[in-house]
DNA sequence: AAGAACCCCAACCGCTGAGAG
DNA sequence: CCTCTCAGCGGTTGGGGTTCT
């Protein structure tokens, strides 16, 4: 790209004439890690100006931020981090940079950019909203119990998963399971083909008005007993798949990645997952 | 093999709030 | 107060790589 931004006469739009967009050279990169070393941070106008770099002072210190300061960490998420970004999003929405206080290393921009890319997109391809209720639940009651069996396959220590659940935590994990069950309840009532048919349309429509505002009991997603065993059991163990109406077509007929074991891969690596793969996870439990 | 479609992510844009003068 | 500058934030874009057909 290195286009060079086209602007008029005034001496100021000159300046503004000589300024580089796109894609940061090695020369560029190497020139504000130098000047950085040796003045530190901020003051980007300036600090733009002085270090020869025909950039806005702004574009700097996104080039810094996001890229060349050291300890700027580099790849793909590790499943703590996904729960962690998954948690603290449900909790403060797209506060990506008070999201990206608690990842050390993590740059908001990687954390917004893995929201959309990622979490945004499983939401499309169950055709709901990515900010709604009944995802939100998806998310809690699926995607974060499989992040934290990838965990503990890690061998990750009880202690360091039980330090991603605080315990105000857990009493909203209770509330989701609840709010689980009252979802899957409400699937069971489903008795007609063409309630399915249109169910099938729009998953979770019929469940947008649930809030897990309901109190908690003794049920919940996920929790750790003694052994540090992972459990979900009561939550998901409401008839399964026998809660599927006569003439309901097996869901995981139509999970569309049936050959994976995906429980077990857990669905942090695992693409998309469909409806049917959520009603084969139900039947797990 | 090649073109289309899709995906990821670095970089940009516009807006807001804080602080200085 | 008012204005200006700057830093920071969240939303959006588009280039390049990958996968699909």
């Known amino acids: ?38 003045h530190g941070e901020g003051r980007w106008n300036l600090l733009a100006k002085h270090a020869g770099l025909r950039r806005t002072g702004k574009s700097c210190r996104l080039r810094w931020l996001n890229y060349l300061k050291p300890d700027v960490k580099r790849g ?12 603290l999003h449900s909790k403060w929405g797209n506060r990506w940079s008070k999201i ?21 997109k ?14 939100r639940n998806v998310i809690r009651c ?44 409400s699937m069971d009532n489903i008795s007609k083909e ?26 919940y997603c996920y929790s750790y007993d003694n052994t540090t065993r992972f459990h979900d059991v009561d939550t998901f163990n409401l008839a399964a798949t026998s809660a599927l109406p006569e003439g309901f077509p ?6 569309h990645l049936a050959d994976n074991d995906w429980v077990s891969e857990g669905f942090a690596d695992h693409g998309l997952w469909s409806m049917g793969e959520l009603w084969e996870l139900r039947s797990f439990h």
């Not at 793909?76 to 948690?87: M, R």
């Not at 499983?122 to 909203?129: N, P």
């Not at 061998?155 to 709010?179: F, H, V």
């Open 122 to 135: 499983q939401a499309r391809h169950l055709k709901v909203d990515a900010n709604s209720v009944a995802f």
């Open 100 to 120: 990206a206080q608690h990842l050390p290393g993590r740059t908001d921009n990687e954390i917004k950019n893995y929201w959309r890319t990622r979490v945004q």
């Open 194 to 219: 063409s309630e399915f048919a249109e169910y099938q349309t729009s998953p979770f429509s019929v469940f947008d008005n649930n809030d897990c505002n309901i109190p908690a009991s003794k049920e």
């Open 142 to 185: 699926y995607w974060m119990p499989s992040l934290l069996q990838k965990m503990e396959a890690q061998n990750e220590t009880p202690q360091q998963r039980q330090a991603l659940i605080r315990p105000e935590q857990n009493s909203d994990l209770e509330q989701c399971g609840n709010s689980c069950v009252s979802s899957f309840g």
């Open 76 to 87: 793909n998420l590790t499943p703590q981090e996904q729960f962690l970004i998954l948690e």
């Open 250 to 255: 097996n869901p995981v007929d139509n999970c």
């Open 1 to 38: 790209m290195s286009s060079l931004r086209k602007t008029s006469t005034s001496s100021s739009e000159d300046e503004a004439e000589q300024l580089r967009r796109g894609p940061w050279t090695l020369e560029e990169d190497s020139l504000l890690i130098r000047y950085v070393d040796r």
